[in-house]
């Protein structure tokens, strides 16, 4: 697959860099850019990542962060089984509990929430650092939610971490489960101050917080595109009318200086009669 010129490889992570160092160094540079073109495609364009990090995955399947990334790919694009796989293997590789959030959310994905549950509650949770509880808590929330279990839900997510005042990685998406939980559970006005909160801890727009607070509000939003295009379609009618009615206006002149030079030959033939 094409890369793009300002693609060189060196933009991977030094811990990535240094797995590679294992591979001859032509194939080294050719694994990097593939797996720097799955960080930059995964979230817009979660296909053609996914055929990036086949190749990657085909050229080094044996590097923990080729199988890591082969997993976040799969599961960008809805392929859970894939990932599942791909993370368990990465874990073998490295012995690390970080991908355990992820892979319980594999095992959503694949309609299996019990399995999440357990894995919520296995020992590798409490080797998780503060972001993977975090995590790890709105895997299990969401599995509480697959299986009906709206109030045990909004329980799961009941936590520190949600009643904090300070604002981390996780805040926002953390009270925006907790929103969500609640306004499924028909306590609107609950909803509508946590996503609220959620809004303020939303800083980089990783969640429509904004526009369900707006949704609960009764505030509808306009796209301007189409209000400018609505415009220009009156504008057009209008101006194809104006021209119609010119049209028509010419038309009857017309007609009227038809009708007068009809009436003034009509005189003559009088006259010469």
């Known amino acids: 697959?094409?890369?793009?010129?300002?693609?060189?490889?060196?933009?991977?992570?030094?811990?990535?860099?240094?797995?590679?160092?294992?591979?001859?160094?032509?194939?080294?540079?050719?694994?990097?850019?593939?797996?720097?073109?799955?960080?930059?495609?995964?979230?817009?364009?979660?296909?053609?990542?996914?055929?990036?990090?086949?190749?990657?995955?085909?050229?080094?399947?044996?590097?923990?962060?080729?199988?890591?990334?082969?997993?976040?790919?799969?599961?960008?694009?809805?392929?859970?089984?894939?990932?599942?796989?791909?993370?368990?293997?990465?874990?073998?590789?490295t012995g690390s509990v970080e991908l355990w959030p992820v892979m319980a959310d594999c095992e959503r994905g694949l309609g299996r929430p019990e399995k999440a549950l357990d894995m919520a509650g296995a020992p590798e949770v409490h080797k998780l650092d503060k972001a993977g509880q975090v995590e790890m808590r709105l895997v299990a929330a969401g599995a509480r939610r697959d299986m009906g279990q709206l109030d045990a839900a909004i329980v799961t997510l009941q936590s520190p971490e949600l009643a904090s005042n300070s604002v981390q990685p996780w805040t926002a998406r953390l009270r925006y489960a907790y929103a969500d939980a609640l306004l499924a559970a028909g306590r609107e006005n609950e909803a509508r101050e946590w996503f609220a909160k959620a809004v303020e801890a939303d800083r980089d727009g990783s969640t429509d917080a904004s526009d369900r607070l707006a949704e609960l509000d009764g505030v509808e939003f306009v796209d301007a595109l189409d209000e400018n295009e609505n415009e220009n379609e009156n504008e057009n009618e209008n101006a194809s009318g104006s021209e119609n009615n010119e049209d028509e206006g010419g038309n009857e002149d017309r007609r009227d200086d038809s009708a007068a030079s009809a009436d003034a030959t009509a005189a003559q033939d009088d006259d010469k009669d």
């Open 1 to 93: 697959m094409p890369f793009p010129e300002d693609v060189t490889g060196d933009e991977i992570d030094k811990d990535v860099r240094q797995e590679l160092q294992s591979l001859p160094k032509t194939l080294a540079e050719d694994v990097a850019k593939n797996l720097v073109m799955v960080a930059r495609l995964i979230d817009e364009e979660p296909e053609r990542a996914y055929g990036y990090s086949r190749v990657a995955l085909r050229l080094a399947s044996r590097v923990a962060a080729v199988r890591e990334a082969a997993g976040f790919a799969a599961y960008a694009n809805q392929k859970y089984s894939e990932a599942l796989a791909e993370f368990r293997a990465a874990r073998r590789m």
